[in-house]
């Protein structure tokens, strides 16, 4: 017995010299050596150490061991085997006494598990070991299991809990007055931040991470708060700023040898020069970028610089090179399947094969894009309505919690309370008895006079009532008859004139054509079949809005609001009226933001914007200017549509979007109209729960601003948005 305990006792010295051993060389010799060799040593007695723990069956020696084992191995960079000793130490879960290194494991298990791309797992062993560590008080390991929680919530998007994180973080950070850690919070907070479009407050943590890492000197940390203030500037268009923090963010790849962060980089300052119109600068930039990209063999970073360089080679008028770059980073999009790229790329490759002159393929791929963009728009419909319902699970899940902790302490309270309760209530009881029964018999005698009074009160106030909803039903009645006769008085207008005379301007020009056609020059009878032409799409136009018109006025037309991304409503207006415009040289300029959306029904919306610019096209002058803009306002999103055109009187647009009047004025290249477009416009965008409204003055053109429901993307941000904050697109 005697012999077994020494020997125990020299197995024990043994097994912790092996570890204060290991300590000592992870915090001396691995400093002080160069290379591997060092953490190789390190790790056979690790090993040895951990055979021993487990012969004398010491969990939290064991625990410890894997953790230090599994550490060395990731800095070695076997990563596949790290990962599989850290598991191990899961299976002592309920066997050890001191949970402080158990913790430590599951943060290096989110990690490791980030690596191979297992978030479900990782954000678990997160958050059990931020419980573990919140429990026993470990208020470094609560920062670094938070800050591992966000980056895991980052990569699958949940931005809002990441930021959460992150900010908690930074508060251990602070507490702790531990900077590196504080600058890389503050860069993650920046980042999430500019996910989440608070452009403000993203530039401000990434100024502030910069701030802090130039004191201390870590300025190799800084980059992607470079790249953050980089972004930002970019969008406020302080091009000069964008291109100083990008510059700066570069220096730092190029010192690192971070191939991917220099071929960003270089796409950033690409677009700052293509801004800026020095298209030759641009194309240098973005010519480095993709040789950086193609060396890494990044597909995705490939098929984004292609299409970066085809968009500066349409505005250099090189049409065949451009679309030669965009073919091929469509080949690659399509390969991987990057669907928000992908509608990038076909919009430049319709412009650049219509600028060719190449209208068939241009059509083609205008086919290719709607399909795709209908795809994208469900699938990322699809994607928020599960990430929010995964996200109301999971609080409806805290919330149980947190009512059935309330619960057992409501039920201890009340049991306490129980008998004190009781012996009030007998007492009360007694006390009730003897006072209701001394008020019965004075309430028992006004009983009767009450309930006489009430009843007396009560047919009163059911006449007055009835009177008054006669007289409420009588004035509706009135007012339905007044809009009704307007509609149809109006509807008849329509018909007997509107409709008419295109029809007799079309039978007289075909007669003419038809009895006169040898007699009639080449031009003359080109003039009249343009004229024909003209008037046949007048009809057509008048045709389209009497339908919706009607649908509209017998509640026919279906209503089914949506998200609705502006810029594609209003591109897809200004191709339908690109001839029209150009015609009469106008220039159509889209000043919508990338991300701005509306929650409105699409037929509708298109409806009142094929009108509104319709009408722009029609009272603008030669060489004119027509632009639609929009701002966020609180809920809504403001939407402007101006032209530089002959403008109208106070009188003139007092009579706009009214049944009552007749308005209806022939444009600048005499095209006739009847004022219809714009009442319609009015009935839709009242039925989105909007407004509209017109600003104008003689010969300085009109403003037609409308006020629809602004949609918010802030928890689930589309792939699109991330490339424009990497500096995938511009």
């Given at each position: 017995?005697?012999?077994?305990?020494?020997?125990?006792?020299?197995?024990?010295?043994?097994?912790n010299?092996?570890?204060?051993?290991?300590?000592?060389q992870?915090t001396?010799t691995?400093?002080?050596?160069?290379?591997?060799?060092?953490?190789?040593?390190?790790?056979?007695?690790?090993?040895?150490?951990?055979?021993?723990?487990?012969q004398?069956?010491?969990?939290?020696?064991?625990?410890?061991?894997?953790?230090?084992?599994?550490?060395?191995?990731?800095?070695?960079?076997?990563?596949?085997e790290?990962?599989?000793?850290?598991?191990?130490?899961?299976?002592?879960?309920?066997?050890?006494?001191?949970?402080?290194?158990?913790?430590?494991?599951?943060?290096?298990?989110?990690?490791?598990?980030?690596?191979?791309?297992?978030?479900?797992?990782?954000?678990s062993?997160a958050?059990?070991?931020?419980?573990?560590?919140?429990?026993?008080?470990?208020t470094?390991?609560?920062?670094?299991?938070?800050?591992?929680?966000?980056?895991?919530q980052?990569?699958?998007?949940?931005?809002?809990?990441?930021?959460k994180?992150?900010?908690?973080?930074?508060?251990?950070?602070?507490?702790l007055?531990?900077?590196s850690?504080?600058?890389?919070?503050?860069?993650?907070?920046?980042?999430?931040?500019?996910?989440?479009?608070?452009?403000?407050?993203?530039?401000s943590?990434?100024?502030?991470?910069?701030?802090i890492?130039?004191?201390?000197?870590?300025?190799?940390?800084?980059s992607?708060?470079?790249?953050?203030?980089?972004?930002?500037?970019?969008?406020?268009?302080?091009?000069?700023?964008?291109?100083?923090?990008?510059?700066?963010?570069?220096?730092?790849?190029?010192r690192?040898?971070?191939?991917?962060?220099?071929?960003?980089?270089?796409?950033?300052?690409?677009h700052?020069?293509?801004?800026?119109?020095?298209?030759?600068?641009?194309?240098?930039?973005?010519?480095?970028?993709?040789k950086?990209?193609?060396?890494?063999?990044?597909s995705?970073?490939?098929?984004?610089?292609l299409?970066?360089?085809?968009?500066?080679?349409?505005?250099?008028?090189e049409?065949?090179?451009?679309?030669?770059?965009?073919?091929?980073?469509?080949?690659?999009?399509?390969?991987?399947?990057?669907?928000?790229?992908?509608?990038?790329?076909?919009?430049?490759?319709?412009?650049?094969?219509?600028?060719?002159?190449?209208?068939?393929?241009?059509?083609?791929?205008?086919?290719?894009?709607?399909?795709?963009?209908?795809?994208?728009?469900?699938?990322?419909?699809?994607?928020?309505?599960?990430?929010?319902?995964?996200?109301?699970?999971?609080?409806?899940?805290?919330?149980?919690?947190?009512?059935?902790?309330?619960?057992?302490?409501?039920?201890?309270?009340e049991?306490?309370?129980?008998?004190?309760?009781?012996?009030?209530?007998?007492?009360?009881?007694?006390?009730?008895?003897?006072?209701?029964?001394?008020?019965?018999y004075?309430?028992?005698?006004?009983?009767?006079?009450?309930r006489?009074?009430?009843?007396?009160?009560n047919?009163k106030?059911?006449?007055?009532?009835?009177?008054?909803?006669?007289?409420?039903?009588?004035?509706?009645?009135?007012e339905?008859?007044?809009?009704?006769?307007?509609?149809?008085?109006?509807?008849?207008?329509?018909?007997?004139?509107?409709?008419?005379?295109?029809?007799?301007?079309?039978?007289?020009?075909?007669?003419?054509?038809?009895?006169?056609?040898?007699?009639?020059?080449?031009?003359?009878?080109?003039?009249?079949?343009?004229?024909?032409?003209?008037?046949?799409?007048l009809?057509?136009?008048?045709?389209?809005?009497?339908?919706?018109?009607s649908?509209s006025?017998?509640?026919?037309?279906?209503?089914?609001?949506?998200?609705?991304?502006?810029?594609?409503?209003?591109?897809?207006?200004?191709?339908?009226?690109?001839?029209?415009?150009?015609?009469?040289r106008?220039?159509?300029?889209?000043?919508?933001?990338?991300?701005?959306?509306?929650?409105?029904?699409?037929?509708?919306?298109?409806?009142v914007?094929?009108?509104?610019?319709?009408?722009?096209?029609?009272?603008?002058?030669?060489?004119?200017?027509?632009?639609?803009?929009?701002?966020?306002?609180?809920?809504?999103?403001?939407?402007?549509?101006?032209?530089?055109?002959?403008?109208?009187?106070?009188?003139t647009?007092?009579?706009?979007?009214?049944?009552?009047?007749?308005?209806?004025?022939?444009?600048?290249?005499?095209e006739?109209?009847?004022?219809?477009?714009?009442?319609?416009?009015?009935?839709?965008?009242?039925?989105?729960?909007?407004?509209?409204?017109?600003?104008?003055?003689?010969?300085?053109?009109?403003?037609?601003?409308?006020?629809?429901q602004y949609?918010?993307?802030w928890?689930?941000?589309?792939?699109?948005?991330?490339?424009?904050?990497?500096?995938?697109?511009?």
């Amino acid at each position: 017995m005697i012999n077994i305990l020494i020997k125990f006792i020299i197995f024990s010295i043994f097994l912790n010299g092996a570890v204060i051993l290991a300590d000592f060389q992870k915090t001396s010799t691995v400093e002080t050596r160069t290379g591997n060799d060092s953490l190789k040593i390190y790790l056979s007695q690790l090993s040895d150490a951990y055979k021993t723990a487990v012969q004398l069956n010491e969990p939290d020696k064991i625990v410890e061991i894997i953790y230090n084992m599994s550490l060395t191995l990731r800095k070695l960079g076997r990563t596949e085997e790290a990962y599989n000793v850290a598991k191990r130490g899961l299976d002592w879960k309920n066997k050890i006494s001191d949970k402080s290194y158990y913790a430590k494991n599951l943060d290096l298990l989110n990690s490791l598990c980030r690596i191979f791309g297992k978030y479900d797992k990782a954000l678990s062993y997160a958050k059990e070991a931020i419980d573990i560590f919140a429990a026993l008080k470990d208020t470094a390991g609560q920062l670094k299991s938070h800050l591992h929680l966000a980056r895991t919530q980052k990569k699958v998007g949940n931005y809002p809990d990441a930021l959460k994180n992150y900010l908690r973080s930074l508060s251990f950070s602070e507490q702790l007055k531990d900077s590196s850690f504080i600058v890389d919070n503050l860069t993650g907070v920046a980042v999430v931040q500019k996910y989440l479009k608070l452009t403000d407050d993203a530039l401000s943590s990434a100024l502030r991470a910069i701030k802090i890492g130039q004191q201390i000197g870590i300025a190799e940390k800084l980059s992607d708060a470079y790249t953050i203030a980089g972004v930002v500037y970019k969008e406020r268009n302080d091009l000069g700023k964008a291109l100083e923090y990008f510059n700066k963010s570069l220096s730092i790849a190029q010192r690192k040898d971070d191939f991917g962060a220099i071929a960003e980089n270089l796409n950033n300052i690409g677009h700052i020069y293509k801004r800026r119109k020095e298209n030759s600068k641009a194309l240098v930039n973005f010519d480095q970028a993709l040789k950086y990209y193609r060396m890494l063999k990044d597909s995705s970073g490939i098929a984004i610089t292609l299409n970066n360089i085809g968009e500066v080679q349409i505005v250099l008028l090189e049409y065949k090179d451009a679309v030669n770059n965009l073919i091929a980073a469509l080949k690659i999009a399509l390969k991987i399947n990057m669907k928000p790229a992908l509608l990038n790329i076909y919009r430049n490759l319709i412009e650049a094969e219509r600028l060719d002159g190449n209208y068939v393929a241009a059509l083609k791929y205008y086919d290719q894009y709607t399909l795709l963009y209908n795809d994208v728009y469900n699938e990322e419909t699809s994607k928020q309505v599960a990430q929010l319902n995964a996200k109301y699970q999971s609080e409806l899940k805290e919330n149980k919690i947190r009512i059935l902790e309330k619960e057992k302490k409501l039920s201890v309270l009340e049991a306490e309370k129980e008998k004190t309760l009781r012996n009030s209530l007998v007492i009360i009881a007694m006390i009730l008895l003897i006072f209701s029964t001394t008020i019965f018999y004075q309430y028992k005698s006004k009983v009767k006079t009450n309930r006489l009074l009430t009843r007396i009160n009560n047919e009163k106030e059911i006449l007055n009532k009835e009177i008054s909803m006669q007289n409420e039903k009588l004035q509706r009645s009135e007012e339905i008859l007044k809009s009704i006769n307007a509609t149809k008085d109006r509807f008849f207008s329509i018909i007997a004139h509107d409709l008419k005379n295109p029809f007799i301007t079309i039978m007289g020009f075909s007669d003419l054509l038809l009895s006169d056609y040898t007699e009639l020059s080449d031009d003359e009878r080109l003039f009249y079949l343009e004229e024909m032409k003209n008037t046949a799409e007048l009809s057509h136009n008048l045709l389209q809005n009497l339908l919706q018109w009607s649908r509209s006025q017998t509640g026919r037309i279906e209503f089914n609001p949506q998200r609705l991304e502006l810029i594609n409503l209003v591109n897809k207006n200004f191709l339908l009226l690109k001839n029209a415009a150009e015609k009469k040289r106008i220039r159509l300029q889209d000043m919508v933001p990338p991300a701005m959306a509306v929650n409105a029904d699409e037929e509708m919306l298109n409806t009142v914007f094929r009108n509104l610019l319709t009408n722009a096209v029609k009272f603008s002058n030669t060489e004119g200017i027509i632009s639609v803009s929009a701002t966020a306002r609180d809920n809504f999103s403001e939407i402007c549509v101006s032209d530089s055109g002959v403008g109208m009187d106070e009188k003139t647009m007092d009579k706009l979007f009214r049944l009552d009047v007749t308005c209806s004025t022939r444009g600048t290249a005499n095209e006739e109209g009847t004022g219809l477009g714009l009442i319609l416009c009015k009935e839709f965008i009242e039925k989105n729960q909007g407004k509209i409204w017109v600003e104008s003055e003689v010969d300085k053109g009109s403003k037609f601003f409308l006020l629809c429901q602004y949609k918010r993307a802030w928890v689930v941000m589309n792939e699109w948005m991330i490339y424009g904050v990497l500096g995938g697109t511009d």
